[in-house]
């Protein structure tokens, strides 16, 4: 058994055992870095934290800034965690529902690896 298959076989079971009985989610960079940002956006927001004091936040984080600024020519996470924050505030203030940046959205399960034959989980 491959390195893939032991992971894809230890993450279906943890699915399982958190009430999800569908085929674990592929690995998927870009979606992680949007659902990571999301988040980051959501918990700054939930825990009062100001829009300027989120970027002072972000640029703390110096390692990381410089390593994007070499990779992405810009500090990507902070501008695009800005970004969501500033739309989850917009979305708060119109009465509008957040519309996530992810299609599809989380836990679709288009975006789970395909169910194995023969095997139940």
């Given at each position: 058994m491959g390195f893939d298959e032991k992971?894809?076989?230890?993450?279906e079971a943890f699915a399982k055992d958190c009430g999800y009985d569908g085929s674990p989610f592929q690995w998927?960079?870009?979606r992680r870095?949007?659902?990571r940002c999301e988040l980051d956006a959501a918990y700054f927001y939930f825990y009062?934290?100001?829009r300027d004091d989120v970027g002072y936040i972000m640029d703390t984080f110096r390692i990381w800034k410089e390593k994007e600024e070499k990779q992405c020519n810009e500090y990507r996470t902070r501008r695009v965690i800005l970004e969501i924050y500033d739309e989850m505030q917009q979305a708060i203030e119109?009465?509008?529902?957040?519309?996530t940046r992810l299609d599809p959205p989380p836990a679709d399960p288009a975006v789970?690896?395909?169910?194995r034959s023969g095997?139940?989980?």
């Open positions: 992971v894809r076989r230890d993450l998927d960079e870009a870095f949007l659902l009062g934290i100001q119109s009465g509008v529902l957040y519309q789970a690896h395909p169910p095997v139940k989980i």
